[in-house]
């Protein structure tokens, strides 16, 4: 009852993210996806964008229709809704998959509840990850993709404890389970080409744990491998990627991206740890001790943490790595909102066999504060740091105080735009409100800048600036 207590306020702590995408609207890349693929078609808009900007080939041919290209503004407000609704739907059904072996079913689901909550209390950019579609597709849908390939892996390989030792079971479903996973790893690919690296990366892991474990190899893990190489290699020698890199000063520069991303590691490990994951993270120190007895002894030994570790910081580079390369600098806010799961989801896993390994002293020294100040505050005191140092009080004042006069300016900027005529020179009143949650562009003053342009060439007007 305790739990299910928690659980209810987590969910309410979520509501606007339900309702802001109502008040959202397009901007920027919206348009300048949307103007080639009107003038060009899908096809010739394909290679233009492949040949001259970026070689993510399923991110631009699902940019190129969005809602924004048929004009649909009500399909644009639906973007935030449904991509949040399957981006907590798949963290849920991704993180029950990995606890089912230790939890009841309910228990298991009320867990992975509150971890989607936790972590989308410190994501970077909320409004990156639910209200700009092209962060939505290039980073968010790419994640979700990620997250079922993983989920279903865990799914379908069976794990068993067997007189203290895990037990996972090969032959299940083994060419089926190839062919799925080959698909994600192209999607993947085509998606992102960081994170199929990352995902590359699990499956090397995986494979060499059972070499060294089993003495064999995970067959259906191979066809995957070798797909994900080879889209990873269409998406890497695309000619627009040179192009895409001229924008950006100091990349390609091979000492700053060895070095930077071990710096910026320790940068994340302070920036991340927030009040509200570590009064989560004290509150579950019961709870991980009661499962402590179904998990195998050498889950939590010194050199599997230290283990645990090299594989969290070599996934840290791995994922920082290629943006220092590429840009000359660290990812934008949309990629570090998937670095910011990957932080939550590995904080979790060290702090629990760190717990594990000292035997219950955590647990004494965490029965003396509850006997002071109770459980049910500690709670308050968890659902307060919702509201005040995290996303969710943001959201909650999006919702209440500024989405509604955003959206009212905004759609008064696009009545004017499309009852105008080709040859007009618009000029309008820079926006009154911003809320941090939703994603939105402004115009610049010079009518000649891209932004600008965008918006112009999809409303086939002249130009347009603000005052």
Request: proline fraction near 4%; charged fraction near 15%; charge should be positive.
């Amino acid at each position: 009852m305790y739990w299910k207590k928690v659980v209810t306020l987590c969910l309410c702590v979520l509501t606007p993210y339900l309702f802001l995408g109502f008040f959202n609207f397009p901007s920027a890349d919206d348009f300048t996806y949307a103007v080639p693929m009107l003038q060009k078609g899908f096809w010739q808009a394909q290679v233009d964008w492949y040949t001259q900007w970026s070689g993510r080939f399923v991110s631009t041919a699902v940019l190129s229709v969005s809602p924004i290209t048929f004009k649909s503004y009500v399909g644009y407000k639906l973007i935030g809704i449904t991509t949040f609704s399957f981006l907590f739907g798949v963290c849920i059904w991704f993180l029950n998959s990995l606890t089912i072996n230790l939890l009841d079913r309910k228990t298991s689901l009320g867990f992975s509840i509150l971890v989607t909550t936790v972590f989308l209390s410190e994501m970077p950019s909320i409004s990156e990850a639910f209200h700009w579609y092209a962060g939505v597709v290039n980073y968010t849908y790419a994640f979700i993709v990620f997250l079922l390939g993983i989920g279903l892996y865990l799914r379908v390989r069976k794990i068993s404890i067997v007189n203290g030792l895990a037990q996972v079971h090969l032959e299940e479903k083994k060419w089926i389970l190839a062919f799925m996973l080959s698909v994600i790893s192209f999607l993947l690919a085509g998606f992102n080409e960081t994170l199929v690296l990352v995902w590359l990366y699990f499956i090397f892991a995986i494979e060499i744990f059972f070499a060294k474990k089993m003495k064999r190899i995970d067959a259906a893990l191979l066809f995957p491998f070798f797909v994900g190489l080879l889209s990873f290699y269409f998406v890497y020698k695309a000619p627009g990627n040179a192009v895409r890199s001229s924008q950006f000063q100091g990349n390609h520069d091979v000492l700053f991206t060895l070095f930077r991303p071990l710096g910026l590691f320790f940068e994340i490990f302070i920036r991340y740890l927030k009040i509200p994951l570590l009064l989560f993270l004290w509150l579950l120190i019961p709870e991980i001790e009661k499962v402590k007895g179904k998990v195998p002894t050498g889950f939590y030994t010194k050199q599997t943490r230290w283990l645990t570790l090299f594989f969290f910081l070599s996934l840290v580079f791995l994922f920082l790595a290629p943006a220092h390369w590429a840009i000359g600098g660290a990812p934008p806010r949309r990629a570090m909102n998937i670095l910011c799961f990957i932080y939550v989801l590995f904080t979790l896993c060290m702090y629990c066999q760190w717990i594990w390994a000292k035997n219950g002293q955590f647990l004494s020294f965490y029965q003396r504060l509850p006997n002071w100040l109770g459980r049910n505050t500690q709670v308050v005191l968890l659902l307060l740091s919702f509201f005040v140092v995290s996303n969710h009080g943001v959201a909650w004042a999006d919702l209440l105080f500024r989405a509604r006069d955003y959206a009212l300016q905004q759609q008064e900027r696009i009545d004017v735009l499309e009852s105008a005529n080709p040859n007009s020179e618009i000029v309008f009143e820079p926006l009154r409100q911003r809320p941090e949650t939703l994603f939105f562009s402004e115009l610049e003053k010079d009518p000649t800048d891209w932004i600008n342009q965008s918006v112009a060439g999809f409303y086939r007007v002249r130009w347009v600036r603000i005052r």
